[in-house]
Nanobody, 125 residues
């Protein structure tokens, strides 16, 4: 099982980026798929997550209304559209997946079984 994240880069404040995470090795249609991020010197923090069913999305307060998570189960891919980027969004972004999380566990990185390698997002002010 592998998760491959891509789409990071350097962007000016106020700009946009779209991250992608392709899952391979099995069908992830019924998995919770999520994005976390880790800035230098800080702990990994929850950004957004999506259950397999349409409409079940979760966001950190700091990104709500700016970021949108979506998924294409047929392609085993989850996306993170990031708009109105701020310097504090600078971090390595990781995708994660797990088949067995309940809602109360979704924001905890310790609950995720599978992780991608991370993609760096740098927002210049």
């Amino acid at each position: 099982v592998q998760l491959q994240a891509s789409g990071g880069g350097l962007v000016q404040g106020g700009g946009s980026l779209r991250l992608s995470c392709i899952a391979s090795g099995r069908s992830f249609g019924r998995y919770v798929m999520a994005w976390f991020r880790q800035a230098p010197g800080k702990e990994r923090e929850f950004v957004a997550a999506s259950r397999w069913s349409i409409g079940n999305t979760f966001y950190a307060e700091s990104v709500k209304s700016r970021f949108t998570i979506s998924r294409d189960n047929a392609k085993n891919t989850v996306y993170l559209q990031m708009n109105s980027l701020k310097s504090e969004d600078t971090a390595i972004y990781y995708c994660a997946a797990d088949p067995n999380l309940i809602t109360s566990q979704i924001r905890d990185p310790l609950g995720y079984h599978y992780w991608g390698q991370g993609t760096l997002v740098t927002v210049s002010s």
